[in-house]
């Protein structure tokens, strides 16, 4: 299926303890490009959403906020180790053998007293969620890439439809052409050579754009063949549309019918808007 670069992910996890929360904003790159934004540091958890995304979408530039609320506590440790140390001390010294020690006196005391916090949140939360927000992240772009293909699909029916209407009158355009060049010919002489009808057959030939025709008919079918296939498509459908612009400049070069050469000219305006919208394609 077609999948669109531009795409919005969001995913929340949430209990009385804490709520996690991560939206995921992809736009046009032509490569992977990831930034990641959250005060939870883990390097795990970075490193997995880099491979994640890198497994799920094969370009793009994404933008991840991971916003983390509530989930840990103040946990207050007391060294056991070093109190009796302390008062082994104390008990030697004359001075303060009978002195009974406070928390007040021993919270300040190198290594005696340790203040940190203990967190609900494991990484498996983290991961949990991210992955939800890259899930939905790719039904966005595969949404906005249905939106694409249907445009898509209506402008290479347009073309095929010009391509028809130039085929139907290139009989008409190469008679009159010839009819053209006699006229010229017949100017100087009265009686066409067998020579002059080998060139008016060559000048003709020259200005023939059947082979055009036939190529655009080609690039379209690659085109839809491309579409209808899995995996990236952007790069293989820009190629193509580069080939069908150049043979759509050549009729318009080519053409001197007034109403064929608008033809072409259309055709151009319709291969540039396909480059356009396929510019969003992965």
């Known amino acids: 299926m077609i999948q669109s670069m531009t795409g919005f992910g969001f995913s929340k996890l949430s209990n009385k303890n804490f709520e996690i929360s991560c939206e995921i904003k992809s736009v046009n790159s032509k490569f992977i490009d990831i ?46 180790d070093v109190l009796a140390q302390l008062n082994k001390e104390i008990k030697k010294s004359k001075h303060l053998e009978n002195a009974t020690l406070k928390f007040s006196d021993i919270k300040n005391f190198p290594g005696a007293v340790s203040l940190s916090e203990d967190s609900a949140i494991s990484d498996a939360h983290l991961t949990k969620v991210i992955n939800k927000a890259i899930d939905d992240l790719r039904h966005s772009r595969l949404s906005e890439g249905n939106k ?37 010919l017949n100017y100087f002489l009265d009686n066409p050579s067998e020579e002059i009808e080998k060139e008016i057959a060559l000048q003709i030939m020259k200005q023939d754009v059947s082979e055009e025709l036939d190529r655009i008919g080609f690039h379209i079918k690659e085109i839809n063949k491309i579409l209808k296939s899995n995996g990236p498509h952007g ?27 608008k033809l072409a000219i259309n055709l151009k305006i319709l291969v540039e808007e396909l480059r356009e919208q396929t510019q969003n394609i992965q």
Not at 65 to 78: C, D, E, F, Y
Not at 239 to 258: C, P
């Open 235 to 261: 790069k293989k459908i820009d190629f193509m549309l580069q080939e069908l612009f150049r043979e759509a400049n050549t009729l318009s070069v080519k053409l001197d019918n007034s109403k064929a050469k």
């Open 35 to 80: 930034h990641f934004k959250s005060a939870q540091q883990s390097f795990s958890v970075e490193e997995h959403l880099n491979q994640k995304l890198k497994s799920v979408f094969s370009r793009g530039q994404f933008d991840v906020r991971l916003n983390v609320l509530g989930g840990s506590s103040p946990k207050l440790s007391i060294n056991n």
């Open 148 to 184: 694409i293909l249907k445009v898509l699909n209506i402008k290479i029916k347009n073309i095929l439809s010009i391509e028809a209407s130039l085929r139907k009158m290139i009989p008409s355009i190469n008679k009159q052409r010839k009819k053209n060049v006699k006229e010229r």
